[in-house]
């Protein structure tokens, strides 16, 4: 069974970072698409980026200045790097994964992390 588990959330100031973690098996990071997503309470879930096998990145138009996402490969994580943090920009956010990119991107994936949660105040 794919194990995707997210760390790193938490409460920040408005114009502060942080960065998420996703640990995922050293197989998964190698061969899986993987992206982040985030849902706020009363929203549609959104996809925010992803990557590819090659470590090649796209980012949804919302965040594209301010996130990137990057793998580890020495602690088999995923990671999501978030800038200049807003309101907005508080949600619940998971990590995921397919072999399809395009079932990734529509989140259709039956592979999730449980979710981390971030606050951000202003």
């Known amino acids: 069974q794919v194990q995707l588990v997210e760390s790193g959330g938490g409460s920040v100031q408005a114009g502060g970072s942080l960065r998420l973690s996703c640990a995922a098996s050293?197989?998964?990071?190698?061969?899986?698409?993987m992206g982040w997503f985030r849902q706020a309470p009363g929203k549609e879930r959104e996809c925010l980026g992803d990557i590819n096998k090659a470590d090649s990145t796209t980012y949804a138009d919302p965040v594209k200045c301010r996130f990137t996402i990057s793998k580890d490969y020495a602690k088999n994580s995923l990671h999501l790097k978030m800038n200049n943090l807003n309101a907005e920009d508080t949600a619940s956010y998971y990590c995921?994964?397919?072999?399809?990119?395009?079932?990734?991107?529509?989140?259709?994936?039956?592979?999730w992390g449980q979710g981390t949660q971030v606050t951000v105040s202003s």
């Open positions: 995921a994964a397919d072999f399809n990119r395009w079932a990734l991107r529509r989140g259709v994936t039956n592979v």
């Open positions: 050293e197989y998964i990071l190698s061969n899986y698409y």
